[in-house]
């Protein structure tokens, strides 16, 4: 029996319940400053991940570009100094894809290099 009063007053007493409210702000506002922290992290990385993908695509347009003009592999390497590797690996897969649109042909290389991983 004592013990049920003692509990009762500490809930019932106003410092208690401040304390306690005082607490709870502070473990949701240190909540919304990880919240906030997370999503920064992930906004960063999506930038840099968007560039980089952005910088693919514009040599990948670049090569097809050249392709339609007539160069060789070893034209545009030269041309947009490109390892001649990669431009030679983009010349190949374009060669029949050519049919396609650019943003067609854009998504299907980014399918297969998804799937080599």
């Known amino acids: 029996m004592q013990k049920q009063w003692r509990i009762a007053a500490i809930k019932s007493s106003e410092v208690i319940g401040v304390k306690y409210m005082q607490e ?9 400053k990880a919240r ?8 960063a990385e ?3 991940e968007g560039r980089s ?3 693919e695509y514009k040599i990948f347009s670049l090569i097809r570009k050249k ?3 007539g160069c060789n592999p070893e034209e545009i390497a030269d041309i947009l100094e490109e390892d001649l590797g990669y431009v030679q690996e983009v010349y190949k ?4 894809q050519m049919d396609r649109s650019e943003e067609a042909s854009w998504d299907r290389w ?6 080599e991983k």
């Not at 709870?24 to 919304?32: A, D, F, Q």
């Not at 906030?36 to 906004?43: A, I, K, N, S």
């Open 110 to 115: 980014r399918e297969n290099k998804a799937g």
């Open 36 to 43: 906030e922290e997370g999503l920064e992290e992930g906004r």
């Open 46 to 48: 999506g930038r840099k």
């Open 67 to 69: 392709m339609a003009k």
């Open 93 to 96: 897969f374009l060669e029949s």
């Open 24 to 32: 709870w702000e502070e473990k949701v506002i240190e909540k919304r």
């Open 53 to 55: 993908e952005g910088a």
